[in-house]
């Protein structure tokens, strides 16, 4: 079977960027042919590829007139067809509105990769049509939580089939554990409305008055930094809170915490979750839709009610003082852990793509 695996952009540095050249590696691994495609500037992507895999890149230059509806369709058909596609993988919902139609009439399995919440569209109107498109005529949707394919099943009038795969973990669950306390509570992601480091600052300011040996770490870079920053100075948390760069090498910040904080508004997925479980942290979240609850359930971590700052000040709190409550959290982390390394998931994967067969 030879695959197309569908991106916007995978020169990019994001986490759906991540995931998808992840699932190129692992189905390439299992012995599939694999071509890796971009619609606009993805000849160089940012996470290792193996070898063997084709990289293709629609449009190479800049122009947003290159980039108009018909010359996406063209190139995606064109590239389907000299290729001799059997299975298209769109890692983006909102590329449906240009494979369905490039699709039309080719012998081709396609499936639609949801990466997105059913009830975010993120203000593009776009994408919920698409999703409609994607349940009524795509061969199957994959979406990355149990919860999500109920809302997708409710929600559309489906003929394909859904399917709940997870996405990857790209740590593997780490066999050492701490022996200091380091006092470190790790937050990672972008500094954007989404993630909710706003609330988290607004908790860690009350946590900071009954902890103020501990030290929150927020990892990531995004539009929201300067506000963010300001806020630390403005309540005298320059000392207890740190903002850093996005890194390469993000392990070493998993490695010496104690605990993870998820303060997002909304989830697709969490990849920051499944990550913090391998390496054995005790975790505090919101319940926001869509992923924590599913991904953190036997593990023993705390959910929090949506955006409820005291709660998660409290709950934090709670763990912070309780050193036997965290190791036997971090224990039951690493083994929800297991359920998300790549061969668990690329096993779903290839059934899925066998029962095409």
């Given amino acids: 079977m030879k695959i197309l695996i569908l991106g916007g952009k995978f020169n990019n540095t994001g ?10 590696n692992g189905l390439s691994k299992e012995g599939y042919e694999i071509v890796l495609a971009s619609i606009s ?3 160089k992507p940012f996470f290792p590829i193996n070898k063997g895999i084709k990289i293709v890149s629609l449009f190479n230059t800049p122009g947003r007139a290159l980039y108009r509806t018909p010359n996406i369709i063209y190139k995606i058909r064109k590239l389907l067809k000299e290729e001799r596609i059997d299975t298209l993988i769109v890692v983006e919902t909102m590329s449906v509105l240009f494979t369905l139609p490039a699709t039309l009439g080719l012998p081709i399995n396609h499936i639609c990769w949801e990466h997105f919440n059913f009830n975010t569209d993120l203000g593009k109107k776009g ?3 698409a999703r409609q498109l994607a349940a009524r005529y795509c061969d199957s949707v994959v979406t990355l939580t149990e919860r999500d394919k109920q809302y997708w099943l409710k929600g559309t009038r489906h003929n394909s089939q859904i399917t709940a795969i997870a996405n990857p ?3 593997p669950v780490q066999e050492n554990t701490k022996e200091n306390n380091t006092k470190i509570v790790l937050a990672i992601g972008r500094l954007t409305h989404q993630k909710g480091f706003d609330l988290l600052l607004e908790s860690w300011f009350e946590i900071n008055k009954l902890m103020s040996d501990w030290k929150l770490k927020i990892v990531g870079e995004g539009i929201d930094r300067q506000k963010l920053a300001e806020f630390i100075e403005q309540y005298e948390l320059t000392n207890s809170v740190e903002l850093v760069d996005s890194t390469n090498d993000v392990s070493k910040y998993y490695k010496e915490a104690e605990i993870f904080c998820l303060s997002s508004r909304f989830e697709g997925f969490g990849m920051v979750l499944i990550e913090a479980l391998a390496f054995g942290l005790p975790i505090v979240s919101f319940d926001c839709e869509v992923g924590p609850a599913e991904i953190l359930e036997d593990t023993g971590s705390i959910l929090v009610p949506p955006n409820d700052i005291s709660e998660l000040a409290l709950s934090l709190i709670d763990l912070m003082q309780d050193d ?9 982390s690493k083994e929800k852990a297991k359920l998300y390394q790549p061969e668990v998931i690329m096993s779903q994967w290839v059934n899925l ?5």
């Fill in 127 to 129: 994408r919920r049509i």
């Fill in 41 to 43: 500037c993805g000849d």
């Fill in 324 to 332: 036997e409550r965290r190791k036997i959290i971090s224990i039951k």
């Fill in 353 to 357: 793509l066998e029962s095409f067969e």
């Fill in 15 to 24: 986490g759906t960027e991540r995931v998808g050249s992840m699932l190129a």
């Fill in 169 to 171: 973990c790209p740590f």
